[in-house]
T-cell receptor, first 113, second 112 residues
Framework: NAGVTQTPKFQVLKTGQSMTLQCAQDMNHNSMYWYRQDPGMGLRLIYYSASEGTTDKGEVPNGYNVSRLNKREFSLRLESAAPSQTSVYFC?????WGAGELFFGEGSRLTVL | SQQGEEDPQALSIQEGENATMNCSYKTSINNLQWYRQNSGRGLVHLILIRSNEREKHSGRLRVTLDTSKKSSSLLITASRAADTASYFCATGSSGGSYIPTFGRGTSLIVHP
């Protein structure tokens, strides 16, 4: 009963390094999302994938890229990490676009020095 | 920018008391959802209320929606220490483009 699995759970990067956050869901959901959560800012949408084969920008896409590898997996890449990208990143999925309930992973805590 | 905004930002109560938190939003919605987040964990869906509904119950949770005032409230009755968490509302916009948008959350502390 895994649900949404994110890796890694913790990561420390130096400014300018790159990395990829992985997300996989085993619920056969069509839509997937990446959010970031910062203190006092709530959750902000970075990118989303309404269905396999499509990706779109959210509220704060700058500095990020995504790949919907297949129906199960949706990865988030930081090409050149900056301290402003220090945050907790959450992946979520939903059965259909506009279906309502989101299922979240446990988060990936990223620190950029 | 956040569509939904929760109020108050923080709430501290004693076990057994009721907890009420509110969410206001700006544009028309097709549904509104409430989520809970325990410290260091992901968000967990609590309840969804559609724009044509006025009230919904789930266990000790009661959600109301007033579309004329663009606001919703979440009531947790007979609070327990285990209810200590942050609570977020999320709105789904109407008009064919659904992007789940979250507020900043209400931090609830229930003292045993």
């Amino acid at each position: 009963n895994a649900g949404v699995t994110q890796t890694p759970k913790f990561q420390v990067l130096k400014t300018g390094q790159s990395m990829t956050l992985q997300c996989a869901q085993d619920m056969n959901h069509n839509s997937m999302y990446w959010y970031r959560q910062d203190p006092g800012m709530g959750l902000r949408l970075i990118y989303y994938s309404a269905s396999e084969g499509t990706t779109d920008k959210g509220e704060v896409p700058n500095g990020y890229n995504v790949s919907r590898l297949n129906k199960r997996e949706f990865s988030l890449r930081l090409e050149s990490a900056a301290p402003s990208q220090t945050s907790v990143y959450f992946c979520a999925s939903s059965p259909q676009w506009g279906a309502g309930e989101l299922f979240f992973g446990e988060g990936s805590r990223l620190t950029v020095l | 920018s956040q569509q939904g905004e929760e109020d108050p930002q923080a709430l501290s109560i004693q076990e057994g008391e009721n907890a009420t938190m509110n969410c206001s939003y700006k544009t028309s919605i097709n549904n509104l959802q409430w989520y809970r987040q325990n410290s260091g964990r992901g968000l967990v869906h609590l309840i969804l209320i559609r724009s044509n509904e006025r009230e919904k119950h789930s266990g000790r949770l009661r959600v109301t929606l007033d579309t004329s005032k663009k606001s919703s409230s979440l009531l947790i009755t007979a609070s327990r220490a285990a209810d200590t968490a942050s609570y977020f509302c999320a709105t789904g916009s109407s008009g064919g483009s659904y992007i789940p948008t979250f507020g900043r959350g209400t931090s609830l502390i229930v003292h045993p």
